[in-house]
């Protein structure tokens, strides 16, 4: 193998490490992030649902406004 295809894989695998351990941590978008709040059920009327987004299991994120 050439060395530029051994560092590559060194690297790939490295962040295969990484993003393993830190699943929930690695991913940039949460409830909170969103201003939004994780409700039990539905949304209110004036709020936008964004599916279980960080919320524990059958909860819902639901944001007043995204902008």
Do not use: D, T
Not at 43 to 67: A, D, I, Q, R, T
């Amino acid at each position: 193998m050439k060395p530029q295809s051994i560092l590559v894989l060194l690297v790939l695998v490295v962040l295969a490490l990484h993003c393993k351990e830190n699943e929930a941590a690695s991913f940039p978008w949460s409830c909170a992030s969103l201003s939004g709040v994780c409700r039990q059920g539905v949304c209110l009327p004036s709020e936008l649902y964004f599916g279980p987004l960080g919320c524990g299991k059958g909860f819902l994120c639901c944001v007043s406004h995204f902008l």
